[in-house]
């Protein structure tokens, strides 16, 4: 690796970073503004009674499948968030050796110059 | 601010074993309120719903802050090994700058500035360490709202009308839980930008030290070349003439 170029994996980190950030403040997005006020509609205006003689095709109905169904698929997208955050940071721990590595080498040129001064 | 942080920061492992002893209490927790919830569930439908509200009301209650006091553990976890980071960046600057400082002024180059997100690395750690914290709160109110909520007999909760404060309960347990699970995960993505931050940081601030080193090596040769050329030529010039550079 080259000391000026940019080894790959410090240029896909920042765009996994973001991506995790979307999913995760997708979910966060889609449980205020979505989750909230339905569960408040559908909680908040019912009693259990009128919640369980909801008919097919009601209003009440679409509500629960809603509140139901959406954090199934909701939490995995935080995980698959949270997945892209660690892949990034993975990325960098990765170019991390590569780095010492070239360290090492430019310790090792400067090693002969700095024992021949030392004389 | 800076300085306070570097000060704060090699406390890291302190931070660390906090926040596992945070995860080993609640899983502790956890471990009694299954055994709640075990002897409860193991009581007729009739008794449960009418005579075990105490148990009923501490098995809901539990539930709904004991994830977000396990999110506060993990949060500090993650928010010591931003600080480790911290540490190692710390060292590696000050190393560079010892290095540095064995050059004569004239020739010291000048130290790399850390970028931008170095220095946001630990703001961004506490702003996840406040989203945990304040979603703990959060969940403790809703789990005393729980409480009061399963103080009542189930048939009493589902039969709440419309407008009632039970029932004002129940919506707002439900609603509040519906944003609250993604926020926890809000303060898990800040602490792992945190991590990410840094470890960014770490990698510019090893790069940039690499190439003042080769920087070093070769203004060293080229100057030992400069001081052997000019000899080399005045030893081959005959007596008399100049040797311009």
Redo the contacts between chains.
């Keep these: 690796m080259n000391?000026?170029e940019k080894p790959y994996q410090?240029k896909v980190?920042p765009v996994l970073?973001v991506l995790?950030?979307i999913l995760?403040?997708l979910?966060?997005i889609?449980?205020?503004v979505v989750?909230?006020?339905?569960?408040?509609n559908?909680?908040?205006?019912?009693?259990?009674?009128?919640r369980d003689a909801a008919e097919a095709g009601s209003q009440l109905l679409g509500q629960i499948s809603l509140?139901a169904s959406i954090?199934l698929w909701?939490?995995p997208l935080?995980f698959l968030?949270?997945a892209f955050?660690?892949c990034?940071?993975a990325l960098?721990?990765s170019?991390?050796p590569s780095?010492?590595k070239?360290?090492g080498d430019?310790?090792a040129?400067?090693f002969p110059?700095l024992v021949k001064?030392g004389k | 601010m800076q300085k306070m942080i570097s000060k704060i920061a090699p406390r890291f492992p302190l931070f660390i074993w906090m926040g596992f002893m945070i995860v080993a209490l609640a899983f502790i927790i956890g471990f009694f309120n299954s055994q709640t919830a075990a002897a409860y569930f193991s009581e007729s439908k009739a008794i449960r719903e009418t005579t075990l509200l105490a148990e009923r009301a501490a098995v809901e209650s539990t539930n709904l802050w004991l994830p977000y006091f396990k999110f506060l553990g993990l949060g500090m976890v993650l928010g010591g090994i931003v600080m480790a980071l911290r540490v190692i960046l710390d060292n590696l600057m000050q190393t560079g700058g010892k290095v540095l400082a064995n050059l004569p002024a004239d020739k010291r180059p000048a130290m790399p500035n850390p970028p931008w997100y170095g220095r946001l690395m630990p703001i961004v750690m506490m702003l996840g360490m406040l989203v945990f914290i304040i979603a703990l709160i959060v969940a403790l109110q809703l789990a005393s709202q729980a409480r009061s909520v399963f103080a009542n007999p189930l048939p009493a909760i589902d039969a709440a009308g419309a407008g009632t404060a039970l029932l004002a309960q129940v919506q707002n347990i439900h609603a509040t839980s519906a944003w609250l699970v993604p926020f926890k995960f809000f303060g898990i993505a800040t602490e792992f930008l945190a991590i990410a931050m840094g470890l960014g940081t770490i990698a510019y601030v090893l790069k940039a030290q690499t190439e003042m080193l080769k920087n070093g090596v070769q203004m060293s040769r080229s100057s030992k070349k400069q001081e052997v050329e000019p000899e080399s030529v005045s030893a081959q010039a005959p007596a008399g003439e100049t040797v311009t550079a």
């Design positions: 000391a000026n410090m980190f970073t995790g950030w995760i403040g979910a966060l889609i449980g205020l989750l909230t006020p339905t569960a408040v559908y909680f908040g205006a019912n009693s259990k009674e009128v509140l954090p909701l939490e935080t968030g949270v955050f660690i990034g940071i960098e721990f170019v991390i780095l010492v070239m360290r430019a310790m040129q400067a110059i001064s």
